[in-house]
């Protein structure tokens, strides 16, 4: 008699199910895993032996077959000891059958038969809830489980837990759902940022309309200081970006209190991150800095010092939105529309075009340092500025405006692109500028004559390419919505946009 127990395995965000089928017959003791096992999975045998032990209950002298079907798709993770444990006891008669029926079940079991959290509860109970299944999962993944809809969720502690409810002994509330508190780190506020009002004012337009950025300038100009300012002037995510990005952090086990992510995603890796690390990919095609950024920013500080192939992987990903890593047994997509915010000196010293400091090899130091960025990567980057050395009468100034004024503006704006997009009925896929597509922005963007004539002629004088012409009208959109929302967008605005496009690299 077998035994049946439903889980998933995961093939990044899509959930595949998988059917843990366990089987005691006669025959000499033996305990098998098969279904393409990796070793996470190999070694559940060890932890279920144990957890059972715990419990007083002792394996039975007989042959145990344990098989994760479908065969011939690899099961990755921890998460499969409670299946198979579940499925034993069922087989022993512990506990009845037909109460695993339309249940999915995950968790890492300990020696001790308590429930470690695993990573992809959220995609697995999202699974469970669109086929109108239950979830038990462990206890520590209950608050994430529980945003997946109404479906019942059992989130028992340990084994004995769960036993004494499938058997009536005890009775399991439903989880409560739970934000995660951990993502509301301190941010430094814009008004401490003295000067750069370019920058700032760029930094500005990039979080209205979702443009990228890079800052170029000396050390000690406050690059990384105003792109750490960013995410207090974003706007917090929207239930349905929450639930994206957070099946993402789901899967890669990085939602720390196991609650939704409320703000914004901001990714700042370190320049020596691999390509794997940046695009996702290695042994588990796990997601990359570029999915956790998903709906969030990706802050790439000191930019040249990337590794190029780790830089040029990111470019189908920074138009498509979405990072496709393909492998040999595996082809697995995630979601990666992310803002890129980016920061560099410009030259191996730092001090580039300045008369009294810059070294010996300028000008051909700056030519060599820049071209670490490739024409592409550069050509996807709306809004390029010079961050200047900060004077001294610019420290001894007042301060400037604070982080929350701009964000109510930044807010607005966003506001007014949301309503847009919905108005012509793609608000689905497009929240704000820097999403739409060029049908949707030659409808979105129309211009006056005499904007359109300098759009034009600055297009065939700077050699500017298709996709820059396009970016450069979606930041004079985005210009515009800051600035009250004008439908036909006038000549000040295409010249303020095209003022951010203006370094040209050697
Ligand atoms: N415009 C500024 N206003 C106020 N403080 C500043 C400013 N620029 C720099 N600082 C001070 O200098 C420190 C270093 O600045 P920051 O790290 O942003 O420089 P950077 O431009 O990123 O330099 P690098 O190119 O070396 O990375 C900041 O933490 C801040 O204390
Ligand atoms: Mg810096």
Redesign the pocket.
């Known amino acids: 008699m077998v035994a049946r127990v439903n889980t998933v395995a995961f093939q990044g965000v899509d959930v595949q199910p998988v059917d843990v089928q366990v089987q005691i017959s006669n025959g000499l003791p033996a305990f098998t895993i098969v279904g393409l096992p990796d070793k996470a999975v190999a070694e559940s045998k060890e932890r279920v032996r144990a957890a059972l032990h715990a419990l007083g209950l002792a394996l039975p002298a007989k042959r145990l077959t344990v098989n994760l079907a479908p065969a011939d798709v690899s099961k990755e993770g921890s998460h499969y000891d409670l299946p198979i444990a579940l499925g034993l006891l069922a087989a022993m008669g512990v506990i009845p059958k037909e109460e695993l029926e339309g249940c999915v079940v995950l968790g890492e079991l300990s020696l001790d038969a308590s429930i470690r959290p695993v990573a992809g509860i959220l995609p697995a109970a999202v699974h469970a809830g669109a086929n109108d299944n239950r979830l038990i999962c462990p206890e520590g993944c209950g608050g994430e489980a529980a945003w997946a809809g109404d479906l019942d969720i059992l989130a028992p502690r340990d084994l004995l837990q769960l036993i004494n409810h499938i058997k009536g002994t005890q009775v399991l509330g439903r989880p409560e759902a739970r934000l995660n508190t951990m993502d509301e780190k301190a941010v430094p506020d814009l008004a401490?940022?003295?000067?750069?009002e370019t920058a700032k004012r760029a930094l500005e337009i990039a979080a209205a309309g979702g443009h990228n950025l890079l800052?170029i300038?000396?050390?000690?100009?406050?690059?990384?200081?105003?792109?750490?300012c960013l995410p207090g002037i974003l706007p917090p995510l929207s239930p349905k970006e929450a639930l994206e990005v957070s099946m993402v952090h789901s899967l890669a086990g990085t939602l720390p209190e196991g609650g939704l992510l409320k703000q914004r995603p901001f990714r700042d890796p370190h320049h020596s991150a691999s390509q794997p690390a940046l695009v996702g990919g290695g042994h588990r095609v796990k997601p990359g800095e570029i999915s956790l950024a998903h709906n969030g920013v990706l802050f790439l500080?000191?930019l040249p010092e990337f590794a190029r192939a780790t830089l040029e992987s990111m470019r189908q990903p920074l138009e498509t939105g979405t990072a496709m890593i393909a492998r040999a047994n595996s082809h697995v997509t995630y979601p990666a529309r992310y803002q890129l915010i980016a920061?560099?000196?410009p030259c191996r010293c730092?001090h580039l075009g300045d008369p009294d400091l810059e070294c010996t090899k300028a000008p051909r130091c700056g030519g060599d340092y820049q071209s670490k960025i490739s024409g592409p990567l550069m050509d996807r980057i709306d809004l390029q500025v010079d961050?200047p050395p900060?004077q001294v009468s610019?420290?001894d100034a007042p301060k400037g405006e604070c982080s929350a004024d701009v964000a109510a503006r930044v807010a607005a704006a966003r506001a007014i692109q949301a309503a847009r997009f919905d108005a012509l009925g793609v608000g689905n896929t497009m929240r704000v500028n820097a999403h739409s597509d060029t049908n949707v922005l030659e409808q979105i963007a129309p211009m006056e004559e005499d904007a359109k004539a300098l759009l034009n002629k600055s297009m065939e004088a700077a050699k500017l390419s298709a996709r820059g012409y396009y970016r450069i009208l979606r930041v004079a959109r985005t210009i515009a919505d800051l600035a009250g929302g004008a439908e036909i967008l006038k000549k000040h605005h295409i010249a303020e946009s095209l003022g951010y496009r203006r370094i040209s690299f050697n």
Do not use: C, I, R, T
Not at 217 to 228: H, Q, R, T, V
């Open positions: 401490d940022v003295k000067g750069q800052m300038g000396p050390p000690g100009s406050g690059k990384s200081m105003l792109a750490s500080d000191e920061a560099m000196n730092g961050v900060v610019d420290l």
